[in-house]
């Protein structure tokens, strides 16, 4: 089963609008045959394990406990955690087990996460291999991927950017062969 990352705030709870597209989000990707990896804990990254396992799926958290001693472990809804001694490690780990990466709305980390994610597409030509594809949800993407995009002179159509979790799937689903 292909795995799609999926990035987001970790600030949004139950009721927010926002968490409800994270959810949504989740059950879509299992309802597509997907399983989804997220960073593991509150938020976003609950919201979509919470809608992938209510869906059935498959759901990693890949955590960071020594950079969040704080927080207990994982979320509820997670078949399988994976942890990871750093955040840059988390995210190249989310990536490379995954077919696509989904960045919902977020604060900085999650715009490290889109980079990163950007970043190993654009890189990933060099070698001949195709790019996985990204996938930025959100008004807040719209702004600054373009931007980025000028300011830094690369490429942009690595990044699709779209305005609901419903076109997300659809472009990862239409865009990962062999589920």
Known sequence: MNVVAVFGASSPVPGDPVYDE?????????????????????????????????AGG?????????VFPDRPG???????????????ERIHEMVDLSVASIALPGSLGTATELLVAWNLAYVVR??????????????QWRHL???LTEELRTDGSLVSVV???DEAVQIVSALSPGR
Do not use: Q, W
């Not at 498959?58 to 020594?66: A, E, K, M, S, Y």
């Open 74 to 88: 994982g979320n509820a809804h997670l078949t399988e955690e994976t942890r990871t001694a750093s955040l840059l």
């Open 163 to 165: 305005d609901t979790v």
């Open 22 to 54: 994270g959810v949504r989000c989740g059950r879509l990707l299992a309802e597509a045959g997907f399983a989804v990896a997220t960073g593991g804990y509150a938020g976003l990254m609950e919201a979509v394990s919470l809608g992938a396992a209510e």
């Open 58 to 66: 498959r759901v990693i958290g890949v955590t960071v406990p020594d």
């Open 145 to 147: 991927v373009p931007l």
């Open 126 to 139: 060099f070698t001949g291999e195709i790019p996985k594809p990204v996938i930025a949800v959100g008004k």
